[in-house]
């Protein structure tokens, strides 16, 4: 089961429900109301029992993380430019190239500061407001990496205030916030 879910809260017939509500919204928005339709009698199952809630939660390609996913675009971004351990894991075994940019500039000083947590802490499936499942989805990472001290551009085809605005996935950045180029 994804990190983020709450295992007590499946034992609880209270909260169970929810959760497996949430789930079948992720089913309905990443495979649509057909997938959902024929997994109808298990989400009905889930909802009542915990076993099959566990099992429901367990198996299906559908999560708030699937969904994240499909709606932003993440950059990755990080302070880190001489870490042996950054060229390692990507910069294509020290062959690759590093950027950088203009922190304080009207793009890239939009980057959100990654949070990074010794374990993973449940996903409130009823935020209304999507904050809490934007966090811990895309702004949080495992403690292990905290010394890469990543930032993470979030960008969305959506005009949403505070993302960068893309096109069918992709963007541009004003060519005047790239101040570097490192070989």
Known sequence: LSPYVDMDALEDDDKRPRWVNAYAEGIKNTHGAAMLAQLQS???????????????????PASPISVLQRKYRVYCLSTQLGSVQMWSHY???????????????AYFGMAFRVNYAKEATPIDPEATDGEDLFVHGLLTKALPWEPEDEYRLVATDENAEGFIHTNAGVGSFPPDEL???YV
């Not at 298990?42 to 566990?54: G, L, N, P, V």
């Not at 910069?91 to 500039?105: D, M, P, R, V």
């Open 91 to 105: 910069g294509a075994k020290h062959q690759g190239i590093a950027f950088e940019f203009n922190s304080l500039g």
């Open 42 to 60: 298990r989400i009905e199952a889930a909802r009542t029992s915990a076993d099959a809630a566990r099992d429901l939660l367990g198996t299906l």
């Open 179 to 181: 101040t570097a180029i």
